[in-house]
């Protein structure tokens, strides 16, 4: 039976079920949310006379938690319009709805009587052969089970979502002792491919594996910063970036998530898992005890690990918690020597190596974090998992881990990592010895670009499955390299198509990507179909690189300076009028002139998380790639007969003027960076290249024509031109932008007007980039500007000067 999810249904619209439906909104699935009906009426109710029974009082509280949803940040919806898609109602007026949705979704609170009683209510509404799953986190599933119809216990799971649902991705789906198998295969593969998630089928065991690892990772840290005497501070810069993991960190990411929260999983694993050998790291030292007690929670009680505090002057300070004295106090700067020795390597997988053997406190903290982060996992198997490769993928997917536990222990060495346990007094898994005694040395293989892992009953490689949808760079760069300067590697995806993949400092775009651009699209149309522009890094590209321009300006090099600005123009344009198709595959940070590149591809298939923008106002500067010439002509594209076209080019200068940034690639369509009807949205992001060649291959296949230049953009001169230094003049004098501000904004509108002409003309797109370049060459003369660029450089944050 092939399964169409049209209409959801979500029960519990707290702050997991708002996220949750929002997510399926996002995605372009109706939802209903159902929460419970208000105990009683607020003051503010009875002050307007509502009764009990008015319908506004009756669904209270699904109302308000869908409207805090909303307002959060960062926002659990890809656009607000998709709001549309979720109708609210209550439990009692409302459950008979459910009867026409495709799939049940239980996200009421973790307690096992209160879910039976909403299991029970569905029962009476659910038509037979509905989905219904639950969102919880520890309940075991053959409890949820009991009582339950015939035809519920074969199509119930449970389909934990991690929060935030939007941003976090992986999805563990635990089927129930009766769910049919093609119920699993149905959730597995919808997770990967309508709701962008990493699928995990997971054990119906306590905390399943994401948090089985994870609050096993935290709790072994609680334990061990104490006995080596590490600060809050050190904990933090040991177990962040530096390994593939997010900024938070650990105590950060503990304060956000709350300290609560932590725990009360923390004390379901210790009483429900007797047989774990590390059961009494689940206990909490006293100092998280103390914590407890005083409601020191994190971010939702204002104090945690850290605790911000405004001195005299208003300033704020960041304090850390002595976990001694457990008194707060200003956090200091962590420093090791070992740390500084992978400042130099980029590869997060190369740096384990070097972090195991550092002479440091910071050495001794890594070899005993990984010895017994891999004696845990490596005796989780088969107890949580058949599968190693399941348990990384939770990791990864669950905790923002660049790399998961089996993944570091290959970095490391396995017999390294088996040297590193043994001198920590842990046994290694019979499992991992005989591994190593039959010579196989690694978890992981690559192979004809594929991923195998060790599977440990067969004692063979065997491919990890669903790779087929996915083109993994790291794989087949190495095999498939066609060309290569330090900027850019340029592979053959097969069936005729060339990725161009950045590999500079952030993936900025200086004169090695130019390059490398240049070469990519003179070998693809000579001997290949088409070019897709896309790489899997943190983010597609953070823009040009600002600090190249920077000493050009600083030396005075203004013909230099021109030469490589209009290098880089003549670029964006062959990317648009190559004889082969381009395809751009943006994702995450996608600013300056990378946004730039994408707007100059044929197509953008772009990552549902892509956040995109013309920046360059925040260093002084227009946009000089072609940013500026191409939301004109988009602008012009727009105009229609009686048309108001002042409104819509003031629209588009807005977006430059204001730095405008979507905060999803759907964004991105309203500030018409994005173009509907021609560019498309990916919402897994292991899919994006894949998806991005195929499109390519289907233009290529399709007949495409190199397209002729444009000369038909219309500016409206003198008559745009006045309007927009009017509202400049207007906004410097209001305070709201400065001197340097009014005089960036009005180079960019005599290039958007297309000058002074007196009348609306007809101009060629050479024209715009030539008024282009000549306005970013004036800025870059200014010593503002300088200023701007020199500090952005040094904090990575913008200067209003």
């Known amino acids: 039976m092939k399964r169409h999810i049209k209409k959801v249904a979500v029960i519990g619209s707290g702050i997991m079920g708002s996220g949750i439906a929002c997510h399926f909104a996002n995605i372009g699935v109706e939802v209903l949310l159902l929460d419970i009906l208000p105990r009683e009426l607020t003051d503010k109710e009875k002050a307007k006379g509502l009764s009990i029974e008015d319908t506004v009082v009756r669904n209270r509280v699904v109302n308000e938690n869908l409207q805090a949803a909303l307002k959060s940040n960062p926002s659990p919806i890809y656009n607000k319009k998709f709001a549309n898609r979720i109708s609210t109602g209550n439990l009692e007026d409302d459950i008979s709805k459910i009867k026409d949705v495709d799939w049940i979704i239980e996200v009421v609170i973790e307690r096992l009587d209160i879910k039976k009683s909403v299991f029970q209510s569905i029962e009476k509404h659910r038509t037979p052969g509905t989905l219904i799953t639950s969102n919880t986190s520890g309940i075991p599933i053959h409890f949820m089970n009991e009582g339950r119809s015939d035809d519920f216990q074969k199509h119930f799971a449970v389909t934990h979502f991690f929060n935030p649902p939007r941003y976090l991705k992986l999805f563990e789906v635990v089927p129930g002792p009766n769910c049919k198998s093609e119920v699993t295969s149905f959730l597995m593969e919808y997770g990967e491919k309508f709701l962008g998630k990493t699928s995990v089928l997971a054990k119906d065991t306590p905390a399943f594996i994401g948090n089985r690892i994870g609050i096993f990772g935290i709790q072994s840290l609680f334990h061990q910063v104490k006995d080596m005497g590490l600060s809050v501070a050190e904990v933090d810069k040991l177990t962040g970036p530096v390994i593939g993991r997010p900024k938070s960190a650990t105590f950060r990411t503990v304060d956000v998530v709350g300290l609560d929260t932590l725990i009360h999983v923390a004390n379901g694993l210790y009483e429900n898992c007797p047989e774990d050998e590390a059961r009494e790291l689940f206990k909490l030292p006293n100092f998280i005890e103390t914590m407890m007690e005083n409601k020191w929670l994190g971010s939702k009680s204002g104090q945690g690990f850290y605790k911000k505090v405004k001195d005299k002057s208003g300033k704020s300070t960041i304090l850390e918690l002595n976990l001694d004295t457990l008194d707060y106090q200003e956090s200091k700067k962590a420093h090791f020597d070992t740390l500084e020795l992978t400042k130099s390597v980029d590869r997060v997988s190369d740096r384990f190596p070097i972090l195991v053997d550092g002479k ?442």
Not at 455 to 466: E, H, N
């Open 360 to 801: 440091d406190k910071a050495g001794e903290f890594y070899r005993k974090n990984f010895a017994s982060l891999f004696a845990y996992v490596q005796n989780r198997i088969p107890e949580i998992s058949d599968e190693l490769y399941r348990i990384d993928d939770a990791m990864k997917a669950g905790f923002g881990w660049q790399h998961g536990p089996f993944e570091i222990w290959d970095a490391i060495g396995v017999e390294k990592g088996i040297e590193l346990m043994k001198n920590e007094n842990l046994e290694v898994a019979s499992w991992v010895t005989d591994m190593v005694a039959a010579g196989t040395n690694s978890f992981y293989t690559v192979k004809d670009g594929a991923t195998y892992y060790f599977d440990i009953p067969k004692k063979q490689y065997l491919k990890k499955p669903g790779q087929d949808a996915f083109v993994i760079l790291d794989n087949i760069r190495s095999t498939k390299e066609v060309w290569k300067n330090p900027g850019v590697v340029v592979e053959d995806l097969g069936d005729g198509i060339l990725n161009v993949e950045f590999i500079s400092k952030m993936n900025t775009l200086g004169g090695e990507v130019i390059q490398g651009l240049n070469k990519a699209i003179d070998i693809a149309e000579k001997d290949f179909q088409g070019l897709v522009v896309g790489n899997q890094g943190a983010n597609f590209s953070v823009g040009a690189n600002i600090g190249m321009i920077f000493m050009m300006a600083v030396e005075q090099e203004y013909d230099e300076l021109n030469f490589a600005i209009k290098t880089f123009q003549d670029t964006m344009m062959r990317m648009r009028y190559s004889a082969i198709p381009t395809v751009a595959a943006p994702h995450g940070m996608t600013l300056g002139g990378g946004c730039e590149l994408s707007m100059h591809a044929d197509k953008v298939v772009a990552a549902a998380e892509t956040y995109i923008g013309l920046v360059e106002f925040g260093v002084g500067v227009i946009p000089g790639g072609g940013g500026s010439k191409e939301m004109t002509l988009r602008a012009a594209d727009l105009f229609r007969k009686d048309d108001v076209e002042l409104n819509i080019l003031r629209e588009h200068f807005l977006t430059i003027g204001m730095a405008k940034v979507s905060t999803s690639a759907h964004e991105a369509f309203d500030l018409n960076i994005l173009q509907k009807g021609k560019d498309i949205v990916v919402v897994n992001n292991d899919r994006l290249i894949a998806e991005a060649k195929k499109h390519a291959l289907i233009m290529a296949e399709a007949g495409y024509t190199q397209p002729v230049k444009r000369k038909d953009v219309k500016v409206l001169g003198k008559q745009a031109l006045g309007m927009f230094l009017v509202g400049t003049d207007a906004m410097e004098a209001g305070g709201y932008i400065s001197e340097h501000d009014l005089k960036i904004a009005n180079k960019l509108a005599y290039v958007m007007a297309g000058g002074d002409l007196s009348e609306a003309t007809m101009v060629s797109e050479q024209y715009l980039l030539d008024l282009e370049r000549e306005a970013f060459l004036s800025l870059c003369t200014e010593r503002k500007t300088l200023e701007r660029i020199q500090h952005m450089l040094k904090t990575g944050k913008p200067l209003r000067n």
